[in-house]
């Protein structure tokens, strides 16, 4: 009967000294009370929230399509920002980071469209039974389309039969390039519900099939996101629903001039974590001039990188410690002697019980600066535990938006980017952006310095 | 005659409007001046300056130790922070990220006491003929020597013979436990010089010997280094030495409102390059209240993650674009035929023709924003030219942090959290600490609230 998660909010507001009763979020109290309105009433039925009813979708044709992905020997899966940040959270998260050189299916994500990148994935698969999965909800993605002709023009070079065989493609159950071909050619495929955005479908197919066809109980998975969902569906009280709680801080900081959210997580397991919620922040609460910058860091290893700014520098952030408990401890030997004496504190105790320590000891000393933080406790990491943590997180970040008044769910600031690209790519259509890109681009480049020079420079001194 | 690196300003001011000939950098005129006076005259004799003539020394150690090394099946080393992020930003820079997976050496870097992690290292090197190394500038850092006992004991359990046979120390050449340790037992050793702190120890053998032992040409990396440190030195001219222009435009951001400093580089290989820059200049220059915030990027990848809050949120960020050039290029079919005809504007060009368009078109659609960002083109990516980069860090942070008025070399503000973590652990003498830490702790633990109920908890709806 424990809880796999528990939010201590202690030290959330930092520096600010309230009289007895006084209570910071009187402001906010009608917006926490609309937000959950609203994410009760479905968004109002407003686009993109279908993700908040993934839960719900049954696996079978995920647990199905990883069975058939099994019979090979390697994946590389082609996918950019929401179809592959997902993935890579839940291997690391549930799988760590050796899966490659342990399991019989070797997994590479191809996420960005750099030669280098690529040209080491096929080295590592040429020579292996491959099959190809893309992912891209539009079909239309241009780093993931083109990494997808690429790796297809390969494979039909190198292997007997119809390359269709070994592809599977998951995108929009009706539109979109991808779903032509997978309605011409026959390949295998899966849906990513239309009213499901990038950001929010880890637990859609996007996320799921890669995860479990490497042995991610992808059903425990949706397990505790339902167990969160209903959860966060039943609980109105603001004062004791944790999302409608954190919403309102980090809503609150940002307006006391704390325009960075920290997430800290302390587990090696969690990093890929900090940047699926890097993404799944930014892209939905940066835009009309507002929204924090979500920073990623990772205890311990932070301490020795980022915790001198965040204790001594600016107070500009506001901090989410994410503690892990659960795991089986590796115990220190006893040290008696010289030359090892000084480290005689250390025997006895257990390599996690020090990173839990000192994930308390580095929480404490911000708090004891009046930096603002929260803390929250994971019993475990494990399949549900992780469920819960990714469904809370996604019921945050779009009620923050909601408060935020503005649109959770759409990402309208980087249109111009994609069509500068498309305008610098000569595809039709778009020859005036491509002007207006060159344009920006040789203001940028109007001014340089050179460092040394190369080939026959010398080195003196 | 190129030079490798080449720096563009002319979008670096953002949306200031300025009239002919005015000049916003003149307040910073003497600062520029006195912090290149500092930088020749090494610093003014200050602590931690030996940083900047590593490139002189000598690796004949370091290649010597790398061969000893290679005479290995896997290699584990411990350490954390400047004692870790410097090498795996070589590694993967240099040697991309597989190369567990295709050499015949395996090396895990064990940089975090979570005792998951350490377990999956454990299980990969346990059945092979394995070297330990440690690095640690003080030869105490808790993280790194608990980790070394650790490792250490699990191979005294399995191996016949001396385990110091099997050690190699990177440490400071005079003081500290690794110190008494070698002096002891007699194992094997490489120094990191006195002067030199950990964030600035890339280029010593605290970054050089585990790239050498897997193939870096570390003597190219110098040679690089060195090309950087002539060229800056030589260079007083504030207007066209590109570490005092961008000192100065880092300077003048912090103080119009922008407290970030986003590192943007468009290649898979500069991801970890980014974890490195953040290091450095986190805990180089976040002190005192000062400080901007590194934020690591990813080009494409954060286009479909983060570039949303940079061009639509607020107006709080100074980026620098590292564009890279000189990867052999992969070329997509032509596309001519249904379904996938939409795609036909890829057809004949290159992956990474398309990676260095949305390069430009993302700095394009920042700079149509009005937000500052500096542009590098680098002219490819190798040791070499590497090295340059490095060292051009490395100065820029030290003088950013001259024109502070601050130490750019010490991090007053972790002491608190590591003594904070003695108390904990029970270390003699910590006892006050550890009270204080606790009653800190208390507080933020004072109000929590519990998430959905795990074991028997019932999953409705």
Same mark, same amino acid.
Request: one cysteine or more; aromatic letters at 10%.
């Given at each position: 009967? $424990?809880?796999?998660?528990?939010?201590?909010?202690?030290?959330?507001?930092?520096?600010?000294?309230?009289?007895?009763?006084?209570?910071?979020?009187?402001?906010?109290?009608?917006? !926490?009370?609309?937000?959950?309105?609203?994410?009760?009433?479905?968004?109002?039925?407003?686009?993109?929230?279908?993700?908040?009813?993934?839960?719900?979708?049954?696996?079978?044709?995920?647990?199905?399509?990883?069975?058939?992905?099994?019979?090979?020997?390697?994946?590389?899966?082609?996918?950019?920002?929401?179809?592959?940040?997902?993935?890579?959270?839940?291997?690391?998260?549930?799988?760590?980071?050796?899966? $490659?050189?342990?399991?019989?299916?070797?997994?590479?994500?191809?996420?960005?469209?750099?030669?280098?990148?690529?040209?080491?994935?096929?080295?590592?698969?040429?020579?292996?039974?491959?099959?190809?999965?893309?992912?891209?909800?539009?079909?239309?993605?241009?780093?993931?389309? %083109?990494?997808?002709?690429?790796?297809?023009?390969?494979?039909?070079?190198?292997?007997?039969?119809?390359?269709?065989?070994?592809?599977?493609?998951?995108?929009?159950?009706?539109?979109?390039?991808?779903?032509?071909?997978? $309605? !011409?050619?026959?390949?295998?495929?899966?849906?990513?519900?239309?009213d499901v955005g990038g950001r929010y479908s880890v637990l859609s197919p996007s996320g799921l099939l890669s995860a479990a066809a490497l042995g991610v109980d992808v059903e425990a998975l949706l397990c505790g996101a339902r167990e969160m969902r209903?959860?966060?569906?039943?609980?109105?009280?603001?004062?004791?629903?944790?999302?409608?709680?954190?919403?309102?801080?980090?809503?609150?900081?940002?307006?006391?001039?704390?325009?960075?959210?920290?997430?800290?997580?302390? %587990? %090696?397991?969690?990093?890929?974590?900090?940047?699926?919620?890097?993404?799944?922040?930014?892209?939905?609460?940066?835009?009309?001039? !507002?929204?924090?910058?979500?920073?990623?860091?990772?205890?311990?290893?932070? !301490?020795?990188?980022?915790?001198?700014?965040?204790?001594?520098?600016?107070?500009?952030?506001?901090?989410?410690?994410?503690?892990?408990?659960?795991?089986?401890?590796?115990?220190?030997?006893?040290?008696?002697?010289?030359?090892?004496?000084?480290?005689?504190?250390?025997?006895?105790?257990?390599?996690?019980?020090?990173?839990?320590?000192?994930?308390?000891?580095?929480?404490?000393?911000?708090?004891?600066?009046?930096?603002?933080?929260?803390?929250?406790?994971?019993?475990?990491?494990?399949?549900?535990?992780?469920?819960?943590?990714?469904?809370?997180?996604?019921?945050?970040?779009?009620?923050?938006?909601?408060?935020?008044?503005?649109?959770?769910?759409?990402?309208?600031?980087?249109?111009?980017?994609?069509?500068?690209?498309?305008?610098?790519?000569?595809?039709?259509?778009?020859?005036?952006?491509?002007?207006?890109?060159?344009?920006?681009?040789?203001?940028?480049?109007?001014?340089?310095?050179?460092?040394?020079?190369?080939?026959?420079?010398?080195?003196?001194?």
């Amino acid at each position: 009967m $424990n809880p796999l998660l528990r939010f201590s909010f202690g030290a959330s507001l930092g520096r600010v000294v309230l009289r007895p009763g006084e209570d910071p979020f009187a402001l906010y109290e009608p917006l !926490q009370t609309e937000a959950h309105r609203w994410y009760l009433a479905e968004g109002d039925g407003s686009a993109g929230f279908g993700w908040a009813d993934l839960p719900l979708r049954s696996c079978d044709d995920v647990l199905e399509a990883a069975g058939w992905l099994r019979s090979f020997e390697a994946v590389v899966q082609v996918g950019i920002g929401g179809s592959a940040l997902g993935n890579l959270m839940l291997h690391q998260a549930l799988l760590g980071d050796t899966v $490659n050189e342990r399991g019989p299916l070797r997994f590479y994500l191809a996420d960005n469209p750099d030669p280098a990148k690529v040209r080491e994935i096929w080295d590592r698969v040429k020579d292996r039974r491959t099959a190809l999965v893309g992912v891209s909800k539009s079909g239309s993605t241009a780093e993931t389309t %083109s990494q997808f002709l690429w790796f297809k023009e390969q494979m039909e070079c190198r292997i007997d039969g119809p390359v269709g065989d070994r592809i599977l493609l998951v995108t929009d159950p009706a539109e979109g390039v991808f779903r032509a071909y997978v $309605n !011409q050619t026959g390949c295998r495929s899966l849906p990513i519900p239309s009213d499901v955005g990038g950001r929010y479908s880890v637990l859609s197919p996007s996320g799921l099939l890669s995860a479990a066809a490497l042995g991610v109980d992808v059903e425990a998975l949706l397990c505790g996101a339902r167990e969160m969902r209903s959860f966060l569906r039943g609980c109105s009280d603001r004062r004791i629903n944790p999302a409608l709680r954190l919403a309102a801080l980090h809503r609150y900081h940002e307006r006391q001039g704390r325009p960075m959210a920290v997430f800290f997580p302390y %587990s %090696s397991r969690l990093e890929r974590f900090a940047e699926w919620y890097a993404q799944l922040w930014a892209e939905s609460l940066g835009k009309g001039g !507002q929204g924090t910058t979500p920073i990623r860091a990772l205890g311990a290893i932070d !301490q020795h990188s980022q915790v001198q700014l965040y204790v001594d520098g600016p107070d500009d952030k506001f901090a989410t410690f994410l503690h892990v408990g659960g795991e089986e401890d590796l115990l220190l030997p006893q040290v008696v002697d010289e030359p090892l004496r000084g480290l005689s504190y250390l025997g006895g105790r257990g390599l996690g019980e020090m990173l839990s320590r000192e994930a308390r000891a580095t929480a404490a000393a911000l708090a004891s600066r009046g930096r603002p933080l929260v803390w929250i406790d994971m019993e475990r990491l494990d399949a549900r535990s992780l469920g819960q943590l990714v469904y809370f997180y996604e019921v945050l970040t779009a009620m923050v938006g909601r408060m935020m008044d503005l649109n959770p769910f759409d990402q309208p600031g980087v249109e111009q980017g994609k069509r500068y690209t498309y305008g610098l790519m000569g595809r039709k259509g778009f020859e005036e952006h491509a002007v207006e890109a060159q344009e920006w681009f040789a203001r940028i480049d109007g001014e340089t310095l050179e460092g040394p020079l190369g080939e026959d420079a010398e080195v003196t001194e």
